[in-house]
């Protein structure tokens, strides 16, 4: 592992300049010294609000699927079989799609910039115990700064859970290295992913008891006990996933000494040991129903989880700044509706929400139909807890799981926005455009390719075609949320089992109860009682439940099951028919009819490439190629 120190990065923040110096620079410049005139050290641990902001500079660095400034869905959920980004080249995301990155260049990759916030930790454990404490203030810091400490800590192995995620063992770093430390950092091997998996749990048990358990509302957001249970449940969850649980792919990746990085052999006891902690976040919560917010309303009481700061569920949050950019940055309706969505959904996700009786759509017994439409007033589909008449709605899209309302817009739904006037949202291509179909690309944007578009995190409040009056959204980043817990039980002991208990069954079922879902097992579906049924089950739950908030990126490489649903092409409806499509259905090309004629056919979208090598990220070659201890991740 390489640390640098920059001069190029002159930062205006002093506590950043100090706790962000392992910035990356040549690999012939190994250690530079930042300039005296920036900061020095006794200018942050010479006082205490200064201590307090290289905390709080800590907390900016919690993973968050949104970008920290509230302004758009990360990149990586387009790396998925969630959605496309159609903004054309240049995006990480299709780097991905096309198996384009590697040793030098991973979008995604994060080594350098986790190690610079596990240096800031290490820094801040390092020094907070020399800070000078005002007299009047000595009472009040000799309680709060060993709950600093205990965050630091957490937020310490939360980094090495990001890079555990991505690389397997890494190197544990446990101080803060100095530039007469040079050499010695040329010899940091990597730790095995058992050793990294231990650290991080220890590292939550051991700071469980310091932590608070409650904050005070000026404080919310801050790390609390839940949130130390639930980060030790995530990582021992990974831990017992095929990933890494006996996986032969990993047998031969060594450090130069011989020791084995990963285990090849497979072992049981770690879905107990991901069971039993799954658990102790649930009982900390008392087990609790997930909350409503409305109690009459399915899909807005799920979705009011993504467009207010929702507290009740969520353990630990990343607290967004209050704007409304993220809405018109997913909002690719154009027309009157504004915005300029950068993500098509595709109709893998789409598909994978169950008919409302709880079969999944292609089971004979579903209902499921592509075929016809349906009209009706419907509770709660255009973002508000009211009735909203829909019209000449696809029959594939009826008595669906409520959460895919709330998650996705289709032809002809509607929304919040422009409720008062009941405009469809159209994205089917018909005419020659001029303003009829919000489907096609216009002047100040393109929008969706797929024929849907994301409606998660919207906030119904924001009329994005009214910035300067519209109230700007008030929404958190779920880091961890109670669902996931329930959901990690459940998955953890029917895979201890062999199969689903009645505790497994009870757990998934809490999630779905919060929006009115039938309980599993629905009688009819066989496989509902099996490992391998009820395995699917958990996993397309954890899609649907969870769905654009950056989970199902990671969640496909621990099941080893990206080279299935990451590989290959993924599809949409024609929203983009070719003239002779159009021309093709005997109808005035330029007619509405002749477009709907043409949309409801599944496109091809892109054609995606995952190896076997792509599990994994490679070590980056310019840290192997400095610190000769470090081997490289299979296939790189």
């Known amino acids: 592992m390489k640390i640098y120190f920059n001069k190029k990065n002159k930062l205006n923040t002093i506590v950043f300049i100090l706790l962000g110096l392992a910035v990356l620079s040549s690999c012939k410049k190994y250690l530079d010294v930042v300039p005296n005139e920036l900061v020095t050290e006794d200018k942050v641990w010479g006082n205490i609000n200064n201590a307090n902001g290289a905390l709080a500079n800590l907390y900016s660095g919690l993973p968050t699927a949104i970008s920290p400034n509230g302004e758009a869905l990360d990149e990586i959920t387009a790396a998925t079989d969630e959605s496309f980004h159609h903004w054309g080249a240049g995006f990480p995301s299709l780097k991905y799609n096309d198996g384009a990155w590697n040793t030098v260049d991973n979008p995604f990759g994060n080594w350098t910039e986790q190690y610079q916030k596990i240096r800031k930790a290490n820094l801040f454990l390092e020094n907070i115990d020399q800070v000078p404490i005002p007299g009047d203030q000595a009472t009040y810091y ?162 009011a989880i993504f467009n207010t700061r929702e507290w009740t569920e969520t353990i630990l949050a990343f607290t967004l700044p209050k704007n409304k950019v993220l809405d018109l940055s997913l909002n690719a309706f154009g027309g009157p509706f504004g915005g300029w969505g950068q993500y098509s959904p595709l109709q893998e996700l789409v598909d994978s929400y169950e008919m409302k009786n709880g079969f999944p759509i292609n089971h004979p017994g579903s209902g499921y139909q592509k075929d016809g439409v349906w009209s009706e007033w419907f509770w709660g589909g255009d973002g508000t807890n009211a009735w909203v008449y829909l019209d000449n709605i696809s029959n594939r899209f009826k008595n669906r799981d409520p959460r895919f309302y709330a998650t996705i817009s289709f032809h002809n739904s509607k929304w919040a926005a422009v409720r008062t006037s009941q405009t469809p949202i159209r994205l089917a291509y018909w005419g020659s455009n001029n303003g009829v179909s919000q489907a096609w690309p216009k002047s100040g944007g393109t929008y969706t390719v797929s024929g849907y578009n994301v409606r998660k995190w919207l906030d119904p409040k924001v009329d994005p075609t009214n910035w300067w009056t519209s109230p700007d959204a008030q929404r958190n980043y779920p880091i961890f949320r109670l669902a996931e817990f329930y959901l990690a039980y459940a998955e953890a002991l029917n895979e201890y089992y062999g199969g689903p208990n009645a505790e497994a069954f ?64 993924v599809h949409g409806l024609n929203a983009r028919p070719t003239t002779a499509e159009l021309t093709a259905t005997g109808l005035d090309p330029q007619s509405q009819a002749a477009g709907l004629a043409a949309f409801y056919k599944e496109t091809v979208i892109q054609t995606r490439v995952f190896v076997k090598r792509h599990y994994l990220m490679p070590i980056p070659q310019r840290e192997i190629d400095v610190n000769k201890e470090l081997v490289q991740n299979f296939g790189w």
């Open 142 to 303: 000799a309680t709060r700064i060993p709950h600093y400490k205990a965050e630091a800590r957490f937020l310490r192995a939360m980094f090495y859970f990001e890079l555990l995620k991505r690389y397997g063992g890494v190197p544990i770093i446990t101080k803060s290295y100095s530039v007469a430390d040079a050499e010695e950092l040329k010899t940091v091997a990597r730790n095995s992913v058992d050793e990294v998996v231990s650290f991080i749990v220890s590292e939550c048990e051991d700071v469980a008891p310091m932590l608070l358990t409650v904050h005070p509302d000026a404080e919310l957001g801050r790390v609390n006990k839940g949130a130390a249970l639930a980060l030790a449940a995530k990582t021992l969850l990974y831990a017992a996933s095929p990933l890494f649980n006996g996986n032969p792919t990993y047998a031969s990746i060594k450090n130069k000494d011989g020791k084995a990085l990963f285990s090849s052999a497979y072992d049981k006891e770690k879905w107990k040991k991901a069971a039993d902690a799954a658990k102790k976040v649930l009982d900390y919560y008392n087990n609790v129903a997930l909350p409503r917010a409305y109690g009459n309303d399915d899909i807005n009481s799920y979705a």
């Open 506 to 569: 009870t757990a998934i079922n809490k999630v779905r109860a919060r929006v009115n879902m039938p309980a599993l097992p629905v009688a009819g579906v066989a496989g509902d009682n099996t490992q391998v049924g009820f395995r699917n089950r958990v996993q397309n739950e954890k899609r649907i439940e969870f769905a654009f908030e950056g989970h199902r990126f990671w969640d496909v490489r621990r099941w080893l099951i990206a080279e299935t649903v990451d590989n290959g092409p």
